[in-house]
T-cell receptor, first 112, second 115 residues
Framework: DAKTTQPPSMDCAEGRAANLPCNHS???????VYWYRQIHSQGPQYIIH???NNETNEMASLIITEDRKSSTLILPHATLRDTAVYYC?????????????FGTGTRLKVLA | DGGITQSPKYLFRKEGQNVTLSCEQN?????MYWYRQDPGQGLRLIYY???????QKGDIAEGYSVSREKKESFPLTVTSAQKNPTAFYLC??????????????FGAGSRLTVL
């Protein structure tokens, strides 16, 4: 199964862009990358997903390298409420069923 | 509003007891998942199910059991065989199929503490 690797923690100044990297060097050609975030003791919240192209929505942007071995989640103007653990996830197809593989996540702290 | 309901939110049990965590969804999703989260750690997959009456073991299925008798429900039983059951348990669901838009939706979680 494809696995993801993320830095354990990052700090970002309020109002600045937060760039969170993820390595998924073993990803297959048809496996999507998803980003979620989790605020303490809550269920993870969906942010964005992509396959090959860069994606943008109202929450964030997702940049995927051409070889698809890594991606970066960008929060364009981080606020204190963006302090959370961010997970990069790969969805894999195994024996005809999909499952979502979580990494250990990056703990982002937005500083005032 | 559509969503996933997990109950109970907090549960205490004595060693040697089986406990069942409930997960119900009204999103009309075919697939359902159970994850375990330990303090400061990521989520690890316990069991998952794509259709009724069928489910697969995830990475840490030992000491757990599930059933999928209805599309809406995917209860998880933590048995006495689970050596370290104290953890935060998260249930999720999604549509099936290749589309990347079939994202996971999570419940609020159940925190199990073994005394």
């Amino acid at each position: 199964d494809a696995k993801t690797t993320q830095p354990p923690s990052m700090d970002c100044a309020e109002g600045r862009a937060a760039n969170l990297p993820c390595n998924h060097s073993t990803i297959s050609g048809n496996e999507y990358v998803y980003w979620y975030r989790q605020i303490h003791s809550q269920g993870p919240q969906y942010i964005i997903h992509g396959l090959k192209n860069n994606e943008t929505n109202e929450m964030a942007s997702l940049i995927i390298t051409e070889d698809r071995k890594s991606s970066t989640l960008i929060l364009p103007h981080a606020t204190l409420r963006d302090t959370a653990v961010y997970y990069c996830i790969v969805r894999v197809l195994t024996s005809g069923t999909y499952k979502y593989i979580f990494g250990t996540g990056t703990r982002l702290k937005v500083l005032a | 509003d559509g969503g996933i309901t997990q109950s109970p939110k907090y549960l205490f049990r004595k060693e040697g007891q089986n406990v069942t965590l409930s997960c119900e969804q009204n999103l009309n999703h075919d697939a359902m998942y159970w994850y375990r989260q330990d303090p400061g750690q990521g989520l690890r997959l316990i069991y998952y199910s794509q259709i009724v009456n069928d489910f697969q073991k995830g990475d840490i299925a030992e000491g757990y059991s599930v059933s999928r008798e209805k599309k809406e429900s995917f209860p998880l039983t933590v048995t006495s065989a689970q050596k370290n059951p104290t953890a935060f348990y998260l249930c999720a669901s999604s549509r099936t199929g290749f589309s990347g838009a079939n994202v996971l939706t999570f419940g609020a979680g159940s925190r199990l503490t073994v005394l």
